[in-house]
């Protein structure tokens, strides 16, 4: 299946080197581009993403903005890869907490950007937990109190969810905890909605600024 993206940056020389990597890929298709963070939420709307990558830092409006207006908007939103200079950006922490899947940083290599397309398009596990878990260390929100979901995760939930922030997939964490893919997809949803996040990568920060998994 291709996998269809929007490239969204202010500088087209940065887009131009993002189109010349992924078209060189069989099963990767550049459907649209915007220099300005509405025009990416425009062309977003139109042209039905699978993936976008985000810059955070854009004219109108930001990439943070943008993200949380792309997810509000459609019943079936892409996911948003935000594409930064600088790795312990606030901005990119930020971006993670409106609904980003995850990040990269634009000295990437090609293959690392080939591979964090394909696999936030095709899996359910969390991009560069080792990064995330920096970010939140630097950024996180000081907590002075777990809040009221904490409490209500069952010992099976808290399991999966800091197997979630290790980065495991579905199927990793059901060969782990000994228990079918469908009990684990059900552990999942019951994280995400106790939690009042959208996807693995926001549930986990939102643990990490709750003091359930430790940042350090």
Known sequence: MTIRIVLADDERMVRTALRAILSAEPDLE???EAATGAEAVSVVRERRPDVVLMDVRMPEIDGIRATEQILATLDE??????VTTFENDSYVYDALRAGAAGFLLKRAEADALVQ???????SDTLL?????????AEHARACPAPPPWVARL?????????LMAQGLTNAEIARRMEVGAATVKSHVAAVLAKTGTRDRTQAVIAAYEAGFLNAR
Do not use: K, Q
């Open 30 to 32: 550049v459907v649209g």
């Open 77 to 82: 939103p892409p996911r948003v890869i935000v």
């Open 116 to 122: 964090a397309v394909r696999l936030l398009a095709h």
């Open 128 to 136: 560069f937990p080792s990064a995330v878990r920096s970010l939140a």
């Open 154 to 162: 069952t010992c099976r939930e808290r399991e999966v969810l800091r």
